[in-house]
């Protein structure tokens, strides 16, 4: 069985700097300006593609009411603005199994 752990960000930057002969401090710079790169997209158009991985998408949640799951009184939801990561279709057919 493989190991549950989860890469960490230190893990994910010492594989790219192995697997393309890199310093760690590069690799770390383009995960960086990639990061820099989504957040300008997000702002300027609603939506950043990574081919092949994921889309992230800005949506606008309305207000709403919902309950508190302790005392069970409605409460007001206020309305807020979420981004939201949508899986490509092929990254999900790789790793998920079948029906």
Do not use: W, Y
Not at 25 to 49: H, Q
Not at 58 to 68: D, L, M, P, S, W
Not at 83 to 96: F, T
């Amino acid at each position: 069985m493989a190991d549950a752990r989860r890469m960490g960000k230190m893990e994910l930057f010492a594989h790219f700097a192995e697997k393309f002969d890199l310093k760690r401090t590069t690799v770390r710079d383009f995960f960086e300006e990639l990061n820099t790169l989504a957040e300008k997209e997000l702002k300027r158009s609603g939506e950043f593609v990574l081919p092949g991985m994921c889309k992230l998408v800005v949506q606008k949640r309305k207000a709403r009411e919902g309950r508190n799951p302790a005392t069970g009184e409605t409460i007001q939801i206020p309305a807020k603005t979420v981004v939201k990561a949508r899986i490509a279709k092929q990254l999900k057919d790789a790793v998920l199994p079948r029906k």
